[in-house]
C-alpha cells in the first residue's frame, strides 16, 4: 500500500512538473490542490472552459430538472422495491457482478458509473426521461422496445454481460426504480438537464494522441494508467471504473461512440466538475474520447443491431454504412461532411 501510495505521489509530482514546464505557474498551483485532493479547482481559472453564450442561454431559460428524494420514498412494499432498485443501480456489482451476492452476469461496473448518482444528475446520463419515453422503437434493434429490454441492453453492452430474467426481482426493481426517478416528467415538459449535454461537433477530427495526454494529466490519477480503474475496499465493485481493457464497455456501448464519451466527460469529469463549471475544453473531451476509445475492449457481436442503415448514427464506428465515408471518419470525425450527406 505505501508503495502505491509512493508511486501516485511520484505521478502527481509528473503532472506539476509538465505544468510548470508550459509555464501555467498560476494553474499548476491548482492542479496541485486538485492531484493531491486538498481542494477543488476552479475549473474556468485553469482552462477558461466556461459555457458558451448561447448554451448557458438555453439552460438559464429553462428550470432545471430535480430528481424525487429517496427520503420520500413511503415505509411500504413499494418504496421497499424502489430503494432496492437504486441500490442495484448503485452497487450493481454487489449483486450481479463477479462476485456477486445474487447473481454473477457483469463485469464488476456499476450501472451508476455511467448514470451518475443512481441516474440522477443533470447531464449525468440520468433516468429522468426514462418513465416518460418507454416502451420506444429504438433504430438499434428495429422494434418497439420496454423497460427490461432497455435494462439487459445496459447490461450486456456497458456490464459487458447476460441479460436479467424479466421476471427477477431485481429487474423489477431497477425498473420500478427508474420508472420513480422519472414520475414527474411528461412528454411534452420543458426542463433541462435530461440524458447528455449538446456538446459542439468538432471541425477536425478527434486526435487519439493528444487524447493520451489529456488523459494522463487529468484522469489516470482516478482510472489508472492503464485503464484499469480502481477498486473498492470490498473487492466487489469500483471507486473509479475501468475505461478500457477487460473489465470495461464492451464495443456495443453507448459510450463507445465519441459524442456520447465526450459529453459525458465534458459536463462531468475529472470527477466533481459540473455541467455549468466544466473543466475539459471541447477539444479535450474530444480527444479523450478518442484516445479511450481507442484502446482494447471486449467486442460484442453487433451484426444484428441498426437493420435500417439509414438510422445508424453519424459516429457509429462500424459499418456498413449508407455513405461511403471510412470507419475511422465515422469514429473520430470530422462529422460534418457526413451529416450534410445524409442529410
Partial sequence: MEE???????????????????????????????????????????????LSADRAARISTG???????????????????????????????????????????????????CHLKAGTVPYGNNYGLVASKYPAFRNRSGTIEGFGKRVNDCIERSLNGQPLDPESKEMKAMVAYMKWVGKDVTKDNENEGFGLIDLPLPEQAADPVKGKAVYQAYCSRCHGDNGEGILAENGLEYTYPPLFGENSYNTGAGLYRLSRFAAFVKANMPYGVTFDNPFLTDEEAWNVAAYVNSMPRPEKDLSMDWPDLSKKPFDHPFGPYTDSFPEIQHKYGPFGPLISANK
Avoid at 514546464?21 to 476552479?42: A, E, F
Avoid at 422495491?81 to 448503485?90: N, P, T, W
Fill in 63 to 113: 428550470s432545471m430538472w430535480q430528481p424525487p428524494l429517496l427520503s420520500s420514498l413511503p415505509p411500504n412494499r413499494e418504496g421497499d422495491l424502489i430503494r432496492y432498485g437504486h441500490e442495484l443501480i448503485a452497487h450493481t456489482a454487489v449483486y450481479l457482478g463477479p462476485k456477486g451476492k445474487v447473481r454473477q452476469i457483469s463485469n464488476g461496473m456499476n450501472c451508476q458509473n
Fill in 4 to 50: 502505491k501510495k509512493l508511486y501516485q505521489l511520484l505521478h502527481h509530482l509528473t503532472i506539476w512538473i509538465k505544468v510548470l514546464t508550459l509555464g501555467i505557474i498560476g494553474s499548476s498551483l491548482l492542479l496541485i490542490g486538485y492531484s493531491l485532493g486538498i481542494y477543488p479547482i476552479d475549473p474556468q481559472q485553469v482552462s477558461g472552459t466556461a
